[in-house]
Structure formats: C-alpha cells, structure tokens
C-alpha cells in the first residue's frame, strides 16, 4: 500500500509538474501578446499625436487664410470705392464743355465732318457747326 501511496503521489505531482509548465507556457505566450499590444498601443498613440498636430497646423493656417481673406477684401472695398470717385470724376469730366470743344475741334482737326461730330457727342449740329467756326 505504501507503494500505491508513493506511486499515485508521483503521478499526481507529476500531473501537477506537467499543469504547472502548461500555465507557465500559457503566461509567456500572454506577456507576449501583452507586449505586442502595448507596442501596438505605443505605435497608435505617435499616430494620434501626429494626426493632432496636423490637425492644429491646419487650423492654424485656416485662420491665417482667413485673416488675409478679411484684409484682402477691405482693400478691394477700399479700391471699388476709389474707382467708383474716379468714374464718377471721368462721367462730370467728359459732360463738360471744355471737354466737348476739345473733342470737336481734335475732331474736326482730324478730318470729321459736323455731322459725325454731332452725333457721336450727342450735340446738335448747329452747336457743333459753332464750336468748330469759334475755333
């Protein structure tokens, strides 16, 4: 009996020995996973920060885009506005009469007739038959 004893102890104790390599076996190929995922994890966190500082140059250059579109566009108000006065400075120039003897007289000077004269300014013939003779 005593011989059964020591037998059955050593097979159990070499069940054990064999339960015991099979968890050791177990927990390397587990910290194996564990570091591939903290490598992972490690690798995915640069991404992350990568993606994040894109993200602010971005932002950082949009805002900038949309200071020069802001100062762009009040020079251009500015512009139309000064056009506008120009155009408008041309339109009272070239209604006044000195303008008008001067179109006629180069005119007339450059072989135009009175009739041509007359209608492109938009003046009688008569006037224009008198700015030519006064020239």
């Given at each position: 009996m005593s011989d059964l004893l020591i037998i059955l102890f050593t097979v159990s104790e070499v069940v054990l020995l064999v339960v015991v390599i099979l968890f050791f076996l177990r927990l390397r190929k587990s910290e194996t996973l564990l570091s591939g995922l903290q490598a992972s994890q490690q690798?995915?966190?640069k991404r992350l920060q990568f993606?994040?500082?894109?993200?602010?140059?971005?932002?950082?250059?949009f805002e900038q885009r949309q200071q020069e579109l802001v100062a762009l566009n009040s020079q251009l108000e500015r512009k139309a506005a000064e056009l506008?006065?120009?155009?408008?400075?041309?339109n009272e120039y070239c209604k006044s009469p000195q303008f008008m003897r001067e179109i006629i007289?180069?005119?007339?000077?450059?072989?135009?007739?009175?009739?041509?004269?007359a209608k492109s300014t938009g003046l009688g013939?008569?006037?224009v038959e008198l700015i030519i003779d006064q020239a």
């Open positions: 690798e995915f966190l993606n994040t500082q894109l993200e602010n140059e971005l932002v950082a250059t506008q006065h120009l155009v408008k400075l041309a007289i180069q005119g007339y000077r450059s072989g135009k007739s009175a009739v041509q004269l013939l008569d006037e």
